[in-house]
């Protein structure tokens, strides 16, 4: 069974940053795409960010300019750096696993094309 393990999460003051990271023991991540997802209370879980076994980077709107998705294939970990935080931003914060290629709609990652899911790390944007 394949397990991903987020860290990073944790309250940060508006304005400020969070590193992700997400990691698997069991599986070498270097083929495939990772993306993180968000689920904020009382709505769905939504796409945030992609990035490719080959590099190509996809994000939703609201987070271009403000997030940076990375991956390190020596170290087997995908990043999400979060910058200029809004209490938006709040939230659980999944890694996933898409073993087809980053599966996006309008350059936003699908639920549709995960695989494989982490057990979320919380983001909390607040004063």
């Known amino acids: 069974q394949v397990q991903l393990v987020e860290s990073g999460g944790g309250l940060v003051q508006p304005g400020g940053s969070l590193k992700l990271s997400c990691s698997s023991s069991?599986?070498?991540?270097?083929?495939?795409?990772i993306a993180w997802f968000r689920q904020a209370p009382g709505k769905e879980r939504e796409g945030v960010a992609g990035i490719s076994d080959v590099g190509k980077i996809y994000y939703r709107d609201s987070v271009k300019g403000r997030f940076t998705i990375s991956r390190d294939n020596a170290q087997n970990t995908g990043y999400l750096q979060m910058n200029d935080l809004r209490p938006e931003d709040t939230g659980v914060y999944y890694c996933?696993?898409?073993?087809?290629?980053?599966?996006?709609?309008?350059?936003?990652?699908?639920?549709?094309?995960?695989?494989?899911w982490g057990a979320g790390t919380l983001v909390t944007v607040s004063s």
């Open positions: 069991r599986m070498s991540l270097g083929s495939y795409c």
């Open positions: 996933a696993i898409d073993l087809w290629g980053c599966t996006t709609v309008d350059g936003i990652p699908q639920i549709a094309g995960v695989d494989h």
